[in-house]
Structure formats: C-alpha cells, structure tokens
C-alpha cells in the first residue's frame, strides 16, 4: 500500500500440525490452525488441551461397547455452499426418551477463512448447522414458536442431549457425559435449535441436506445410509403449495361453471318430438315395433337427447330405439330400459330404479330422421303407456364432471399426501398430531 | 491526506503512520511499542512473539465494507478462557476508524460511539436490554479477558494494559455491540455482523494446503 512501508516479513505459513498423544504416542494431527480447544486422541480416546502444546490430558473415556465410526472420515474435505471444509472433529450424542435411547451424529468442519460449521446425522437424514449470528426472537405468549429473520419456527421437541463419544479436533472444551439442553424449533427445510450448557445459550440454524448430497460434497464411494422415517426438519415431498392448489383448483371449477353456463345458453335445446305410446302385450302380437313421425333437423351436427318416461312400479320396460337419418339410411341403434321397484324390509323402505331415462346421442348431422321403436315389458303386464322425447342440441355436461374429477383427484392426493407427511412428522415430536392445529400449515407455504 | 513520518526512537527505522490519529504504534523492526507525543515518538515497551495465531487476516490486508474501502493497519489480540479473538484496527478510505473483530472466524466490524451515560460494569447482567441509535441491545456474554499482544497502528495507548472486561450485545436483526471497560470510562462499540465473503477481503494469510 505505501511505498515507505517496511516490507512485512510476516509469520511463516500456518501448516497443519501433527503431535504425539501424551499418553499414549499415537499421532494426533491438529488440522484447524489453532481454532480447536479440545482434540480426542484417537487410539487411546483422551480428550486433550488443543491449545496446549504438550497437549495435556483433560479427560480420558472409554469407547463405547460398540465403536463408532463416523461415515466421513476425519480429514476428508468437501465442498459445501462453494467452499471447501474439512472434517476436523465427530461426536455422538443420545438422548433418552421414554426409557428408550436415540443416538445422532455431529461433524464438526473447518476452513481456516469461513470457520467453523457442522453437519448432523440422525438415521440417513442430515442437516447443514452454522451458529446463529442474529439472536431468534421468543414470539409474544410462549415458546411455541420462535421468529428468526423474519420465519416462524415453531417448537419440535426439547431434549437432553448427552456427549457420549468424541473424535478429532473441537472449537469449545468438549467432555464426554457433558449434558447439554436442546430445543428444536422447525420451518422446513430448516431447524432453529437452542442448546444450553451451564448458563451459556447457542442457537445453530441447520438446512436439511440429502444423504447423496452429501455423498456429493465429499466423494463419497458407495451409497448413504436410506432415511428412516420423516425428520423433523425433511422438507415435505409435495413442493407445491396446497393451498395454492386448492386456489387453483377452484380457479378451475369457477371457469368450468362459466364454460358449462355458457354452453347451456348456446344450446338451442330445440323440442323435436313428443309422443305418448302404449304398449299392450296382447295387441303386438308378433313385431311390436312402429316408426315415428319423421323429423328434420337442422344446422351443425349437434346432440340428440331422447327421453323416456313410462309410470312403472315394481315392472319395467326395454326399449330399442333406432335413430336412422332418412337420406343416408345411417342408423343409431341403443336400447334403454325404465324400471322402477321398491319395497319395505329389515333396514326400511327402499328403492331402485327411476321412472326416467335420458340418452344423448353425440354429433348427429343434419338431416331428415325418424326414430324406430321397439318396445318389451314385463310379461306381467297387460299395457304401459310410455312418453318419449327428443331435443335437439343440449348441451353435455358428463365432460365437466370428469374434467372436474381430473382436477380433483390430484388435489386430494397431493394434500393427502402433505397431510400424511406433516403427520408422521409432527408424530415425532413434543407436540403429536392429537389435534391438528399443529399441521395447519403444510409444508412449502413460502418456498 | 499526508501521512505522519518519523523514525524510530530505538532502531531508527523509518515509521509511517497509515492514519493520521494513530496514537501507538509498533516499530516493524524491532517491535518497540511507540507512542506518539506532540513532537516525536517515545518507546513505551516491547512486543513479545505473538502467539501462533489462526486468523486469516494480517496488517495490509484490504476489504471492503459497504461502499467504503478499508485497509487493516492494527491489531489487538485477546484471551479469554475459552480462547481468543483479534481485534483488527481498520482504517476507512474517508479515514475513520473501525475495528474488524475475528472470533473464529466470525466477523464483525463496529465503530466508536460517543453514546453517554454508559452503565457501570457492575450494573450489568446477561439478558440486560439497553438501547442505543434506535435498536435495542440483549447482553448476550460478559467476557473477563486480557490483553495478549498488539501489532500496528493503534487509536490509542494499551502498552500497559493488562484485564479488561467485555459486554457483548446483540440485536435481533444481526446488529452487534461492545462495552469496553479497560478505562475507567467504558467506551461502546456499535456495529454488526459481516459475512467473510461480503468484506472481499484481498491480501490474506495463507495457509498451507488450502
């Protein structure tokens, strides 16, 4: 900067340092540049004074039955959000919860310019952890719900954390049966939690991260450990926003209410025919069938509904209608039946069947038709009078009911699912979904 | 802006102040602690070997901070029983001071505030609110440490400092305050949390292997 400045010969390169345990030789390598207050030797498992240089012995423990092996191994760098970390310390912790002990893992990750973070493992689900610089803010009437930089937490669980296995290289003075007070608060995908140690209070903020994320980051060989179960703080597999959906949703079925109105004031619903018929058994010996009274109709091609109504109770009737266009000879054969029963038993009266039947012939093009009639009855009936009707040009609404379906159907499942997943993560909580005030607001409300 | 020159009073070297109010500083020769008077500079003492220190930043390392460019010129290193920090006296391209703090590698940076009425050591307790510029402050730490070296140019005379007390206050939007007590009059420091990407520092340390 100025050129009568001395030139500064400045200290020698920081380097990585390897010493020897005190009590037992092994080599212990102090890769954070003198960030770490404590080091765990990691054949004899003391825990040493980082900042000494003979490294005196301030707790020795013994490993757990079971050793445990953390998945990164210490020493191995990745890259996390652009810059690159070592791992430089693990520890497992554990908490008991109704007579029943949960172990997670925690890595501690180093880059002598960014600092410290960490990373947690809990059963193939893991969580990027920095400590907070902005103190969270207890929302007015109670610690349900904590506010951090302008997000709502709310209060998963509180536990009593136990170090019970140490490795590598730490920022604080880390002992083994050191209980520490954990409160988790979660807006997923991210986790506000509060740990207390004596009187000293640190709040981390962590991001849930991906087992092959991670794997990503480090170059991992092989798979991670599946997830088991949903994290307090996993992200719910519906990305959309539900409420979103069900906006849209009746965005959609308001558009198809406008389109069906629409269409029904366009359609002529033109009276083409109405006929009153009889069938007597005893008359139609033989061939029962007759013609109607020709027709025309006019136009674009367009729908033809035919109507039936015969007054049965307890009989039915079967009629086979043929549509044939006068000109072209083409013909719509379908054949409705009208039947109407109903009865008194054990769970009541009951009922089956209607008097009515309606029938919508599609695209039917102008022309000259008549409609071909074809009646059967019941054989225990002497005669029935029937009523037959046609209109030209109705409209069709089956096609909005199921385009209304299709709408639907995803709708329901997507919140059926959120649902399911909010639930099975609130299960885990302080707070299990008994009531559902907790589930309220599903997953992906801002993202 | 000219900038002060003399020599040093022990080795003769040539000594060039960076800012023009620094009142102490440290011979990069033989490592006398100046102290500037009205007409020359007088040795005070001596600067022992800094500890092997892990902070990326050195004298004449530059950043920036806000709009405004600054160039490191001093440094105060502190210990407390949990470890240490360095408080890294920064000079400000419009030529105020500020001061760069390096918690394990948590930054900060904050600048003198002439607030008055400044509550006694004794008065104060973790979770104490306190307002000052329109932002209220929680007491979030009291740190005892004391005074484990110097470097460069400071704004004044530590030379034969030795305990001093911290309060550490924070806001609720990242903001970031400190009461002094190593005079009999505390002194505050207002400032915030800055991220090490945002300072774009250049003229780091290196370290080796990365």
Known sequence: MSAGTPPMSGPP???????????????IVLRSFGQAETVVCGSCRSILDAKDPNLAVLQQFEAATREVQPLIALGTRGKLRGTDYEVIGFQRRSTNVDGITYYWHEYVLFNPYKGIRYLSEYHGHWNDISICKTLPTAEIGGVTTVNYLGETYKHFQSADANTDFVLGEFPWQVRVGEHAAVTDFVHPPRVLSSEKLDQEVTWSIGEYMYGREVWDAFKLPGAPPEPMGVYENQPSPVTTNVTGIWVAFAAFAVFLLALM???????????????TYQFNRAESKGESSFVTDGFELTGHPSTLEVKTYAPVRNHWIYLNYALINQDTGQAWDFGREVSYYSGYDSDGSWTEGKQNDAVVVPSVPPGHYYLRIEPEADPSLPGIPYTVDVTHDVPVFGIYGIA?????????????????????RWSESDHPPMDFSNISTTSGDDE | MTKPVANCPNCGAKIVFRWWSSVQTVCDFCKSILVRTDVDLKKVGQVADLPP??????????GKYGNKAFVVVGRILYEY???GWNEWHVMMNDGTSAWLSDAQSEYALSLFSKAQNLPAVAQVQVGQQFSWSNER?????????HYRGVEGELPFQYWDKTEVTFVDLRT?????ATLDYSDPEPALY????????????????RFEGW
Not at chain 2, 172 to 176: A, L, T, V, Y
Not at chain 2, 190 to 205: I, P, S, W, Y
Request: charged share 25%; aromatic share 10%; hydrophobic share 40%.
């Open chain 1, 404 to 424: 209304f379906l299709a709408l639907l159907v995803p709708a329901v499942l997507i919140s059926f699912r959120a649902y399911t997943f909010e639930r099975s």
């Open chain 2, 53 to 62: 220190n892990s902070s990326p930043i050195q004298i004449n390392t530059e």
């Open chain 2, 172 to 176: 609720e939007s990242g903001k970031f």
């Open chain 1, 13 to 27: 390169k920081p380097q990585a340092k390897a010493l020897n345990c005190p009590k037992c030789g092994a080599v």
């Open chain 2, 137 to 145: 402050y929680t007491v979030s730490v009291i740190t005892p440490a």
């Open chain 2, 81 to 83: 029983d949990q470890g």
């Open chain 1, 261 to 275: 109105a629409g269409f029904d004031m366009r359609a002529k619903k033109e009276p083409i025919l109405h006929g």
């Open chain 2, 190 to 205: 207002l400032g915030e949390f800055v991220e090490f990407d945002d300072l774009k520092l250049k003229n780091l340390r």
